[in-house]
């Protein structure tokens, strides 16, 4: 059996089957900052579609240490006192939870659309914008879920109609869907390419089962 230093990997040098998937990874990564690029480690990557991109803490109610041992009452009090210091810190609660359930709406019509993580960041990033000129307001959050979504595929050159919109996510109907992508455009000055026909033949031709 060889193993990878770098991976963990454990395999047959013969056949190449991999007994060992991967152990701990101890390999650095490379990071890049305002100083330049140092090898180090790092955590999670930053991602638009948590509502505070993944920075937040979260302190949960603590009574026992990581033995199971009760903690003293002076150390409870201590995180009981953290804990409330962390809710008070985090700005826009409301704003927290309609970006949450923004998102939840908008991973349904991915799925159900099939869309790459690229056209996800650019439709969370219109509805960002939309919320901050408080377009939002007065409107239901899906409609407005769904004007995104539907303005970065038009964006981004991805063939997805009115019509399979409705379908994916049939509380949302197409005309909803566009007036929504009208008001979007209308107001966050967005420059979508007129859609070319021909981007949709390639979809045609799968569906027939034609080469």
Same mark, same amino acid.
């Given at each position: 059996?060889?193993? #990878?230093?770098? =991976?963990? +990997?454990?395999?047959?040098?013969?056949?190449?089957?991999?007994?060992?998937?991967?152990?701990?990874?101890s390999?650095? &990564?490379?990071? %890049?900052? $305002? $100083?330049?690029?140092?090898?180090?480690?790092?955590?999670?990557?930053?991602?638009?579609?948590?509502?505070?991109?993944?920075?937040?803490?979260?302190?949960? %109610?603590? #009574?026992? #240490?990581? =033995?199971?041992?009760?903690?003293?009452? +002076?150390?409870? +009090?201590?995180?009981l006192?953290?804990?409330?210091? #962390?809710?008070?810190?985090?700005?826009?609660?409301? +704003? *927290?939870? !309609?970006?949450?359930?923004? *998102?939840?709406?908008?991973?349904?019509?991915?799925?159900?659309?099939?869309?790459?993580? /690229?056209? =996800?960041?650019?439709?969370? !990033?219109?509805?960002?914008?939309?919320?901050k000129?408080?377009?939002?307001?007065?409107?239901?959050?899906?409609?407005?879920? *769904?004007?995104?979504?539907?303005?970065?595929?038009?964006?981004?050159?991805?063939?997805?109609?009115?019509? $399979?919109f409705?379908?994916?996510?049939?509380?949302?109907?197409r005309k909803?869907?566009?007036?929504? &992508?009208?008001?979007?455009?209308? !107001?966050?000055?967005?420059?979508?390419?007129t /859609?070319?026909?021909?981007?949709?033949? =390639? %979809?045609?031709?799968?569906?027939?089962?034609?080469?």
């Amino acid at each position: 059996m060889v193993t #990878d230093p770098a =991976t963990g +990997e454990v395999s047959c040098p013969s056949c190449g089957y991999v007994v060992v998937e991967r152990w701990l990874d101890s390999r650095p &990564y490379w990071v %890049k900052d $305002e $100083e330049g690029i140092e090898r180090r480690r790092a955590g999670p990557p930053l991602s638009i579609m948590f509502h505070d991109y993944g920075l937040s803490t979260t302190i949960d %109610k603590i #009574d026992v #240490d990581a =033995t199971g041992r009760r903690l003293p009452k +002076e150390v409870r +009090e201590d995180l009981l006192r953290l804990k409330k210091l #962390d809710s008070m810190s985090m700005v826009g609660l409301t +704003e *927290a939870r !309609n970006l949450q359930h923004a *998102a939840y709406i908008l991973q349904v019509y991915v799925d159900k659309l099939s869309l790459g993580r /690229q056209v =996800t960041e650019t439709a969370m !990033n219109i509805y960002r914008r939309a919320l901050k000129k408080g377009l939002v307001k007065s409107r239901s959050i899906r409609s407005i879920v *769904a004007g995104s979504l539907y303005a970065a595929c038009r964006l981004m050159n991805v063939p997805r109609s009115l019509e $399979e919109f409705e379908r994916a996510y049939p509380m949302v109907r197409r005309k909803t869907v566009a007036q929504t &992508y009208r008001l979007l455009v209308k !107001n966050l000055g967005l420059k979508a390419p007129t /859609q070319d026909p021909s981007i949709f033949v =390639t %979809k045609i031709a799968s569906r027939l089962g034609l080469s």
